[in-house]
């Protein structure tokens, strides 16, 4: 099995890394499963950055990483504990395919003594590392005290972060196997049938897997200035919203859900951009009671809802008006999604339309493809429209059964 750093480019680790220091304000650090650090840690304090300066010290930062490391892997969440030189750290394990392969170190924090009795304690004693004890008095002083509720929110997004990375791992395995998958067909005609409904299956899964790390890092930035501009009410809101977007996005390996948790992602995904612009995008629902348990692909609305956010609202900047009216017609549910942004270009009115990819990765096309995959070419996307006035209209048809 490869290590970690054989399959995602350090550069990515380091970029989630720093945008998760400076959303939450706390020292990370990505590890592999012996606890050395692959990444430039991010928010470090002075005391453990002048521990760490001590090779005694470092030694035993390393060892108490890998443990906290297996900790995690083994309870397979985040876990609590009191590093060597006393300060409160958490882990959360990155697990690929039932294997350990690193960790998301997180930390470098002090909490008050009555919520300390239930963490896991590996104090040692820190005047052994011929450091100066005035400068580290100093240091220590300098560190910052954290309720035990706000470290288990944090550590709540350090796992689901951590889940991100292993989907990253995953993709470039499945990608790996692929090719070698590919090769083979060209040998082996006689498996074509069996090969090509392999990678039709693995391709829905690709793409169910992909979140852009770029509406990630935008939420992130949000979360961090409204944390400096306010009391952080909002941002325990904003963070726990996009928990619950991620845990979707990385966890729904199923094909279908209902309509009812589609459109409550979608809502999710509605307050955290209503967050960052305020109260310039407005939203709209009206779905029938009946078609609420109704299975629908995974992320076959929410595409299209971002769409009218990037293309429709983002360019101008002005206030936009979504609405979503599902119901049903016959034998048919009829979705109709629309908005009054800009409006769709006309290069762009006809499917397939690849050009119209959103954050997350899947386009109108991608949604359409999976639409047709499921149902047949009858069903699927079959109306996008400029609207008369202004703004973009889109209808898609999905059989009842």
């Not at 650090?29 to 760490?52: H, M, Q, W």
């Not at 006689?190 to 299956?201: F, I, M, P, Y």
């Amino acid at each position: 099995m490869k290590k970690l750093l054989d399959l995602v480019d350090v550069s990515v680790l380091q970029e989630i890394q720093n945008k998760f220091a400076d959303a939450t304000c706390v020292a990370v650090l990505i590890c592999d499963e012996t606890g050395v650090p692959i990444t430039k840690a991010s928010n470090f304090t002075s005391f453990c950055t002048y521990v760490r300066s001590s090779v005694e010290g470092l030694r035993r930062c390393i060892l108490s990483d890998e443990n906290v490391g297996k900790l995690a892997a083994g309870q397979q969440r985040p876990v609590l504990h009191r590093c060597h030189a006393g300060l409160v750290d958490f882990a959360a394990p990155i697990i690929l395919r039932g294997r350990y392969i690193g960790a998301i170190l997180c930390g470098q924090i002090l909490m008050t003594d009555e919520e300390l009795s239930s963490i896991v304690d590996m104090q040692m004693d820190i005047t052994e590392l011929s450091l100066d004890t005035e400068e580290l008095e100093n240091y220590f002083k300098q560190l910052s005290f954290k309720k035990k509720k706000q470290i288990e929110a944090i550590a709540e997004l350090l796992f689901v972060t951590a889940n991100h990375i292993v989907k990253i791992c995953d993709a470039y395995l499945t990608k790996k196997e692929l090719s070698k998958k590919s090769e083979k067909l060209i040998k082996e005609l006689q498996r074509r049938s069996r090969l090509e409904k392999d990678l039709k299956e693995t391709e829905l899964k690709f793409l169910q897997s992909q979140i852009n790390p770029h509406f990630l890092f935008n939420t992130l930035n949000t979360i961090s200035r409204i944390a400096y501009m306010e009391n952080a009410q909002e941002t325990q809101q904003v963070t726990y919203l996009l928990a619950k977007i991620l845990r979707y996005s990385l966890k729904n390996n199923e094909q279908y859900v209902t309509l009812e948790e589609e459109i409550e992602h979608v809502r999710n995904y509605l307050l955290i951009q209503q967050t960052r612009f305020r109260h310039k995008i407005n939203f709209q629902l009206e779905v029938e009671q009946d078609l609420h348990l109704k299975q629908i692909p995974i992320f076959c609305i929410q595409p299209i809802i971002e769409n009218s956010i990037v293309h429709g609202f983002e360019p101008s900047g002005e206030p936009i008006h979504i609405s979503l009216h599902a119901y049903q017609e016959g034998n048919k549910m009829m979705i109709t999604i629309f908005d009054d942004g800009i409006g769709i270009r006309e290069e762009n009115l006809s499917l397939p339309s690849k050009k119209l990819v959103q954050t997350t990765g899947i386009g109108l096309e991608n949604v359409n493809k999976r639409l047709k995959h499921g149902y047949g070419p009858a069903w699927g996307i079959t109306k996008i429209r400029r609207r008369e006035r202004k703004g973009t209209e889109v209808h898609i048809e999905i059989p009842i059964s």
